[in-house]
T-cell receptor, first 114, second 113 residues
């Protein structure tokens, strides 16, 4: 069984400040981890993925995430927030081949303060 | 634009009715997934098809069914609709067997009145 926990359903940061969205996972097999972003009234857009190649993963729009097995974490960061980053962010886990379904966290709504 | 298309975008119907949601995956993708997003349950996996065959099942109600056709498009059928079925239904597609990222369509917003 797999699950993810996103700490903080709402996060507010000032424009230009560091963005840190937290995700912890639980998985009985080596996990594949993803971050998706959802803008209002839109579908989910893939930001980045971890598939065991490199622990520091770079994604689109300046986001990156680091896989830490010892902490079972996959936190999402961006050095400098932009107003356009305001959205809902979802962490998700899958088990890879034969177990490809995504199990999502409850989401974190990111607000950017001008 | 993810390349995944879903129709219709919005659907309003009454309790007890039946509806069909349609999804066309990205060109070359063999796997199609259906997810339901609601305020109380969040994003939940419903069902996966791979190259026409059912591959995995999640928390899908017996009133719901799906299929994937030879041209790889998929349909999700929802019957005997209840108020609680009101939600956003997403389709996603992936190559399957590759790096497993899924690309999501814009969703169908279903409102049951």
């Amino acid at each position: 069984a797999q699950s993810v926990t996103q700490l903080g359903s709402h996060v507010s940061v000032s424009e230009g400040a560091l963005v840190l969205l937290r995700c912890n996972y639980s998985s009985s097999v080596p996990p594949y981890l993803f971050w998706y972003v959802q803008y209002p009234n839109q579908g989910l857009q893939l930001l980045l993925k971890y598939t065991s190649a490199a622990t520091l993963v770079k994604g689109i729009n300046g986001f990156e995430a680091e896989f830490k097995k010892s902490e079972t974490s996959f936190h999402l960061t961006k050095p400098s927030a932009h107003m356009s980053d305001a959205a809902e962010y979802f962490c998700a886990v899958s088990g890879g081949f034969g177990n490809e379904k995504l199990t999502f966290g409850t989401g974190t709504r990111l607000t950017i303060i001008p | 634009d993810s390349g995944v298309t879903q129709t219709p975008k919005h659907l309003i119907t009454a309790t007890g009715q039946r509806v069909t949601l349609r999804c066309s995956p990205r060109s070359g993708d063999l796997s199609v997934y259906w997810y339901q997003q609601s305020l109380d349950q969040g994003l939940q996996f419903l069902i996966q098809y791979y190259n026409g065959e059912e591959r995995a099942k999640g928390n899908i109600l017996e009133r719901f069914s799906a299929q994937q056709f030879p041209d790889l498009h998929s349909e999700l059928n929802l019957s005997s609709l209840e108020l609680g079925d009101s939600a956003l239904y997403f389709c996603a597609s992936s190559i399957a067997g590759g790096s497993y990222e899924q690309y999501f369509g814009p969703g169908t917003r279903l409102t049951v009145t």
